[in-house]
């Protein structure tokens, strides 16, 4: 039985005043859905919430920030949804694929397989091994309903920090396609950085990486700090120069009618190193990516103080002006966060 309970959501504007300036906007719609059933549950941390909660409170590596949320929607699939499913169903026609190993990193709650009995047939689907990880045990509880109605060939839930997901899934477990979307925002600088090293090592050989984030949101979230195209563009070849590979990921970017977004997709054979070299080479990664991410926040930062400055000195005359006023607050205040985690 699927219960569904939409909340309003929230109408993002479709010009926003941060869009004419360096900022970006954000946007976010929020629909909530409930949904009944369970199957066969995998492993979970003992208290992920707690966890993250406490590693928040400590100022270490910090869990979900509370203004997460994830959006549950079954009557609407999201673009950035369907392009994931769109490479997912080309190498699901492949007849010489009978088993697939998929990983969806911050599922939430599901809302890419929110419509999957329609996205992939039910040959493809009894292909699919599924596997979702997230922080938050109430949204995956709603996705695992939605993956108990699917006939995967198998389907399980694993939970922790996203800094962690190494250790908690299973170390010998490789993955044709890691999905990861609409989170970036959500995690530290540098957590979220270390993430696509770590997801590239657990690529099967033929495995793809496929990651989408906004660029800003609409509706902010205290503690979020969405990542600009560009940044994304800088981060990851600064790892790939360190790594000493040929490999040059080309981020896409995305307008859409109300936000903006970026994407990135990385197949593990394009990538001349093996996952000890990249193991060996973390460190050195880190070190260079530590560097390029306190440079970008810098340059952020000041970027935000002269907004600030400007409408503490002029005002704020319209109303898109007092959302920029405030989107700017929340940008400020993500990125003195962002800041005091890394010292
Ligand atoms: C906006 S939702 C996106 C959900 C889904 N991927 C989608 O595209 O709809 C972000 C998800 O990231 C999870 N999340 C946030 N911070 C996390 C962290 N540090 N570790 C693991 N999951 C995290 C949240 O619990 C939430 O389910």
Not at 7 to 19: F, G, K
């Amino acid at each position: 039985m699927i219960i569904v309970r939409f909340a309003p959501a929230h109408r993002p504007a479709d010009y926003h005043p941060l869009a004419a300036r360096p900022f970006a906007p954000f946007i976010k719609r929020m629909q909530r859905t409930v949904v009944k059933a369970n199957k066969f549950a995998f492993s979970s941390a003992a208290d992920p919430q707690a966890d993250g909660q406490e590693k928040y409170e400590n100022g270490g590596n910090m869990g979900a920030i509370a203004d997460s949320d994830a959006v549950h929607d079954i009557r609407r699939i999201l673009p950035q949804h369907q392009s994931a499913l769109t490479l997912l169903n080309g190498k699901l026609q492949n007849p010489a694929v009978q088993s697939f190993r998929w990983l969806d990193l911050a599922c939430g709650k599901g809302q890419i397989i929110s419509q999957l009995e329609e996205n992939l047939s039910a040959n493809q689907r009894q292909k699919l091994a599924y596997l979702g990880y997230d922080i938050n045990v109430e949204h995956t509880r709603t996705a695992e309903r939605m993956a108990d109605a699917l006939q995967f060939a198998s389907y399980s839930f694993q939970h922790g920090d996203m800094s962690s997901f190494n250790g908690v899934v299973d170390s010998g477990m490789k993955f044709d396609f890691i999905t990861c979307t609409n989170t970036a925002h959500e995690l530290q600088p540098g957590a979220f950085a270390a993430l696509f090293l770590d997801a590239l090592r657990r690529l099967s050989p033929k495995g793809e990486l496929f990651v989408y984030d906004m660029e800003s949101l609409t509706k902010p979230e205290l503690g979020a700090l969405p990542w600009r195209s560009a940044e994304i563009n800088t981060l990851l070849n600064a790892a790939f120069e360190v790594l000493g590979t040929s490999f040059h990921v080309e981020p896409s970017g995305w307008s859409h009618s109300t936000c903006k977004g970026w994407s990135v997709t990385i197949q593990r054979e394009y990538i001349d190193k093996t996952d000890e070299q990249i193991g060996e080479a973390q460190q050195q990664i880190s070190e260079r990516l530590e560097s390029e991410i306190g440079k970008i926040l810098d340059e952020r930062l000041q970027e935000c103080n002269r907004m600030l400055d400007s409408f503490c000195r002029f005002g704020a005359e319209t109303a898109d002006d007092a959302t920029a006023k405030l989107l700017a607050l929340y940008e400020f205040w993500a990125l003195h966060r962002a800041k005091e985690v890394r010292q």
